[in-house]
């Protein structure tokens, strides 16, 4: 039973990361000519107003399905259908509740919120076209916790390609139109991001089929035969929300100094001496774009936590120490072997791929990149082991580490970015520290909290010694080539792109061949991928 689990855990995490990888291309197509097309200030404009959207987001949608997905795992464990069919129906009656409030609150006041939260007035456009996403994404949450917590992850990955399909496809349409119309930066803004309205709605209408397909008439039927009797109405709302608000406070916390950084940059940046207001646009939206790559990695360990929630729970109700032990330790290893060499990746090659992707980008985007490739690989584990602890029944504890690490990022920017000679730098450099912060205080609690201890030692250190020669390979054949390529800054981009492959190429080559040398991974973590152990035949790992 315990072997089935991690296989069902990570055959989950993996569905899940190969629908990233597609949604990573797609958004790729979406934000690289976007940012081109709208110009870096008007990326600033979407990606503040973006900022909004998330916090109301994340209020409505970062705890409650993950305890839906939790509760319904669960239930199905102890063979309660009737119970996991009203737990779905409270909660998506919650959540629908919650997204009407705050869509209707940011269609009703997008220039109020504008102000308040980001000192732009000139977002307020975005904030409007970006409003009813929020309800949407709600009921599509419900219906995602819903299948998730019955161990199925493919209607989620299909759904969310999908969704950034449309979104890609609106959004760049939208914004090429209003550009050829000569509409202003703010209204170009505007049109990029209701693309990802449209693409929510998609996602709605595409996790609804789903459900009726796959679920509504075998839960009816289970239902129908089941001696099962549910909680009231009240005691399981009560469930729903003891699990699933700890756990949005927690992610709240973070969303809200997002916020209170952002507008602590747009409120010191202009007046830091020699930069000025139209600087300050440009450099936030510098700042604003390198999350775009920043984001990278963490896309890649978001399926790990989701997944790792539903397993680690119904082991727990089982009393299955063991197996929560092991789950805990292999998504801590998978996690680093994914995101350190990624994160490392964006800081050795910031240059090249600044200057491959947007070329037109303000001199200090390389060096913020290079900063937030650092602080990516905190972001990824900070994310596993907030998921860890919270399947674990430990929800308080991750909110405890994000309001130390949220308060540390705050300080830093107070002190760095009104510096002439760091500006935008401190806010990167604050994020560097938070998430450390953050990622310490976690392995801290897991190691004290939980049954069984994971060994964070085998971990992290042989991927650590992996990324290092990556990183140093990464840097000499790039340097190389573009010796050998005469790759300047003048350079025709084909040219930079051939460089930049080939010491991406070697870098994945070298990682691979001392990811085994290293026994990062090993042959049993293997066995619990789908397909693994024929993975592992052919990298000769044992």
Same mark, same amino acid.
């Given at each position: 039973?315990?072997?089935?689990?991690?296989?069902?855990?990570?055959?989950?995490?993996?569905?899940?990361?190969?629908?990233?990888?597609?949604?990573?291309?797609?958004?790729?197509?979406?934000?690289?000519?976007?940012?081109?097309?709208?110009?870096?200030?008007?990326?600033?404009?979407?990606?503040?107003?973006?900022?909004?959207?998330?916090?109301?987001?994340?209020?409505?949608?970062?705890?409650?399905?993950?305890?839906?997905?939790?509760?319904?795992?669960?239930?199905?464990?102890?063979?309660?259908?009737?119970?996991?069919?009203?737990?779905?129906?409270?909660?998506?009656?919650?959540?629908?509740?919650?997204?009407?409030?705050?869509?209707?609150?940011?269609?009703?006041?997008?220039?109020?919120?504008?102000?308040?939260?980001?000192?732009?007035?000139?977002?307020?456009?975005?904030?409007?076209?970006?409003?009813?996403?929020?309800?949407?994404?709600?009921?599509?949450?419900?219906?995602?916790?819903?299948?998730?917590?019955?161990?199925?992850?493919?209607?989620?990955?299909?759904?969310?390609?999908?969704?950034?399909?449309?979104?890609?496809?609106?959004?760049?349409?939208?914004?090429?139109?209003?550009?050829?119309?000569?509409?202003?930066?703010?209204?170009?803004?505007?049109?990029?991001?209701?693309?990802?309205?449209?693409?929510?709605?998609?996602?709605?209408?595409?996790?609804?089929?789903?459900?009726?397909?796959?679920?509504?008439?075998?839960?009816?039927?289970?239902?129908?035969?089941?001696?099962?009797?549910?909680?009231?109405?009240?005691?399981?709302?009560?469930?729903?929300?003891?699990?699933?608000?700890?756990?949005?406070?927690?992610? !709240?916390?973070?969303?809200?100094?997002?916020?209170?950084?952002?507008?602590?940059?747009?409120?010191?940046?202009?007046?830091?001496?020699?930069?000025?207001?139209?600087?300050?646009?440009?450099?936030?939206?510098?700042?604003?774009?390198?999350?775009?790559?920043?984001?990278?990695?963490?896309?890649?360990?978001?399926?790990?936590?989701?997944?790792?929630?539903?397993?680690? !729970?119904?082991?727990?109700?089982?009393?299955?120490?063991?197996?929560?032990?092991?789950?805990?330790?292999?998504?801590?290893?998978?996690?680093?072997?994914?995101?350190?060499?990624?994160?490392?990746?964006?800081?050795?090659?910031?240059?090249?791929?600044?200057?491959?992707?947007?070329?037109?980008?303000?001199?200090?985007?390389?060096?913020?990149?290079?900063?937030?490739?650092?602080?990516?690989?905190?972001?990824?584990?900070?994310?596993?082991?907030?998921?860890?602890?919270?399947?674990?029944?430990?929800?308080?504890?991750?909110?405890? !580490?994000?309001?130390?690490?949220?308060?540390?990022?705050?300080?830093?920017?107070?002190?760095?970015? !009104?510096?002439?000679?760091?500006?935008?730098?401190?806010?990167?450099?604050?994020?560097?520290?938070?998430?450390?912060?953050?990622?310490?205080?976690?392995?801290?609690?897991?190691?004290?909290?939980?049954?069984?201890?994971?060994?964070?030692?085998?971990?992290?250190?042989?991927?650590?010694?992996?990324?290092?020669?990556?990183?140093?390979?990464?840097?000499?054949?790039?340097?190389?080539?573009?010796?050998?390529?005469?790759?300047?800054?003048?350079?025709?981009?084909?040219?930079?792109?051939?460089?930049?492959?080939?010491?991406?190429?070697?870098?994945?080559?070298?990682?691979?061949?001392?990811?085994?040398?290293?026994?990062?991974?090993?042959?049993?973590?293997?066995?619990?991928?789908?397909?693994?152990?024929?993975?592992?035949?052919?990298?000769?790992?044992?």
């Amino acid at each position: 039973m315990a072997e089935a689990k991690k296989q069902n855990f990570l055959h989950g995490a993996a569905i899940l990361a190969a629908g990233v990888v597609v949604i990573k291309i797609f958004g790729a197509i979406y934000k690289i000519p976007l940012r081109n097309i709208i110009g870096e200030t008007g990326y600033g404009y979407f990606f503040a107003a973006y900022t909004i959207y998330n916090f109301f987001l994340t209020i409505s949608t970062a705890g409650l399905p993950v305890a839906l997905s939790r509760m319904i795992s669960e239930a199905n464990t102890l063979e309660r259908p009737r119970q996991a069919r009203r737990t779905f129906r409270v909660a998506m009656v919650t959540l629908g509740v919650l997204g009407a409030l705050f869509s209707l609150l940011m269609f009703l006041f997008p220039t109020e919120m504008a102000v308040a939260f980001v000192s732009k007035a000139s977002v307020s456009q975005c904030v409007y076209a970006i409003s009813p996403s929020v309800l949407l994404v709600c009921l599509t949450s419900a219906f995602r916790g819903y299948i998730q917590g019955n161990g199925n992850m493919k209607p989620t990955t299909v759904g969310q390609v999908f969704e950034v399909l449309v979104k890609v496809i609106v959004g760049l349409a939208a914004a090429i139109w209003f550009t050829r119309l000569g509409k202003s930066v703010p209204v170009k803004a505007a049109g990029a991001i209701f693309g990802v309205t449209v693409g929510s709605l998609a996602a709605l209408v595409y996790m609804l089929g789903s459900y009726l397909r796959q679920y509504r008439r075998r839960d009816l039927e289970a239902c129908a035969v089941s001696e099962d009797q549910p909680d009231s109405v009240k005691r399981t709302l009560w469930q729903f929300i003891r699990i699933g608000v700890p756990i949005t406070l927690g992610a !709240s916390v973070m969303s809200l100094f997002s916020l209170i950084d952002t507008k602590l940059i747009n409120m010191q940046l202009p007046h830091v001496a020699g930069i000025g207001p139209a600087l300050a646009d440009e450099l936030y939206g510098a700042y604003s774009t390198m999350q775009t790559l920043y984001n990278l990695p963490a896309a890649f360990i978001t399926p790990m936590s989701i997944a790792v929630v539903p397993a680690i !729970s119904a082991a727990a109700v089982r009393r299955a120490r063991d197996e929560v032990g092991t789950i805990t330790e292999s998504s801590l290893r998978i996690s680093a072997v994914i995101a350190m060499p990624m994160g490392a990746g964006l800081a050795v090659l910031a240059a090249p791929i600044i200057a491959l992707l947007f070329p037109d980008s303000n001199a200090a985007g390389p060096t913020i990149l290079a900063y937030m490739g650092v602080a990516s690989f905190f972001v990824c584990i900070a994310l596993v082991t907030n998921a860890i602890l919270q399947a674990d029944g430990k929800e308080t504890l991750p909110i405890v !580490s994000m309001l130390v690490g949220g308060v540390i990022k705050i300080a830093c920017n107070l002190l760095l970015v !009104s510096r002439p000679e760091i500006n935008i730098l401190g806010a990167a450099i604050g994020t560097i520290v938070c998430y450390a912060v953050i990622c310490l205080l976690n392995c801290y609690f897991i190691k004290k909290k939980m049954a069984v201890k994971p060994r964070f030692a085998r971990a992290f250190l042989p991927p650590l010694c992996s990324t290092l020669v990556m990183s140093a390979c990464a840097w000499a054949v790039y340097g190389l080539a573009a010796r050998v390529l005469h790759v300047g800054p003048d350079a025709p981009r084909l040219m930079l792109l051939v460089a930049l492959c080939a010491a991406i190429g070697i870098a994945v080559v070298v990682y691979l061949v001392m990811v085994i040398v290293t026994k990062s991974i090993t042959l049993e973590d293997m066995k619990l991928i789908p397909k693994g152990e024929k993975i592992a035949k052919v990298l000769h790992i044992k």
